[in-house]
């Protein structure tokens, strides 16, 4: 079956340092790939996407691209701001017909302090 | 963008209790959503995926008696944990997608159920 592994965290930043929340998969065909974000007490908000291979998704500074040939989809950004501690969950959604569902990694919480 | 509403944020019940739970599309016709439970410092747990019109299909492990799903129309979709236990109390989300493949879930904000 398919399956998300991203990093563990918790991950602590300062202000302005340079971000990678490691991301891997493990899926048959052509998976569509997600990350999520959840801030405290809240569901989760799409962050950024990419449905094929080589496509970089962006969003707010974040940005991923599809790796197939390493299935990799890591989170990267230039400089964190303290509004950026949140949780992030990578997730893929699969190929096949009548794929709905969504696999996420256990998520990764980041604080940035100031 | 879309929207999923979910109600309550928060709710706390005593034990033996039943709560329900909402999840409403706000600008979209969901024929399905999903519902997943999520314990702290952990990830989303898939615990069923609610069929509009029909019968729930539950992820294995997951009771259907206790966690009864019903889909009654296009955009609303309620979650009733059933005689509530405190191991029951948790984080609970909903989500739905807009469209057809290759589209976005969208999630609802989340409910916190606690059972005392």
Known sequence: ?114 | GAVVSQHPSRVICKSGTSVKIECRSLDFQATTMFWYRQFPKQSLMLMATSNEGSKATYEQGVEKDKFLINHASLTLSTLTVTSAHPEDSSFYICSAFKGQANTEAFFGQGTRLTVV
């Open chain 1, 1 to 114: 079956g398919n399956s998300v592994t991203q990093m563990e965290g918790p991950v602590t930043l300062s202000e302005e340092a340079f971000l990678t929340i490691n991301c891997t998969y493990t899926a048959t065909g052509y998976p569509s790939l997600f990350w999520y974000v959840q801030y405290p007490g809240e569901g989760l908000q799409l962050l950024l996407k990419a449905t094929k291979a080589d496509d970089k998704g962006s969003n707010k500074g974040f940005e991923a691209t599809y790796r197939k040939e390493t299935t990799s989809f890591h989170l990267e950004k230039g400089s964190v701001q303290v509004s950026d501690s949140a949780v992030y969950f990578c997730a893929l959604r699969g190929s096949g017909a009548g794929s709905y569902q969504l696999t996420f990694g256990k998520g990764t919480k980041l604080s940035v302090i100031p």
